[in-house]
């Protein structure tokens, strides 16, 4: 098996209120939208974001675990700054996003979180290390 991820599948509870978030409010353009079933979003070069209505997601995978607390994954977003952190919550948080605001870490970098309408918390990363600028699109090779 090649070392990569193809799809990150997300069960959304309501399959609208996530389109209203990722394509209207952050802008994002769907490579497939079936109303009512999923959402895919190309999110990479070679990545696709696939948001799935929940009902559907479990004919398919199985019964999914719910409980209280937070969905326990985040996704992550890397940018080159500090700044460029900031100004990626500000337009999460115009999405209609609820935002935990960037602040300095201890291991070296800056980074804030945003949740989705369905809870799934996104980290919003300036990170100064060699792994930070792998995942940059303008890194170098």
């Known amino acids: 098996m090649d070392q990569r991820i193809s799809f990150v599948t997300l069960a959304v509870r309501d399959l609208d209120a996530t389109r209203r978030f990722y394509c209207d409010g952050l802008g994002w353009a769907p490579e497939l939208d079936v109303p009512g079933e999923v959402i895919m979003i190309k999110a990479g070069e070679h990545l696709v974001l696939s948001l799935w209505d929940a009902e559907a997601f479990e004919a398919e995978v199985g019964p999914i675990t719910r409980g209280t607390g937070l969905p326990p994954i985040t996704l992550a977003h890397n940018v080159a700054t ?60």
């Open 82 to 141: 500090a700044a460029e952190v900031d100004s990626v919550l500000a337009e999460a948080e115009r999405a209609g996003a609820e935002v935990q605001v960037g602040q300095q870490r201890e291991w070296g970098g800056y980074t804030g979180y945003f949740a989705d309408p369905d809870g799934f918390r996104w980290e919003i990363a300036q990170n100064p290390g060699d792994i930070g600028r792998l995942v940059l699109p303008d890194a170098p090779a």
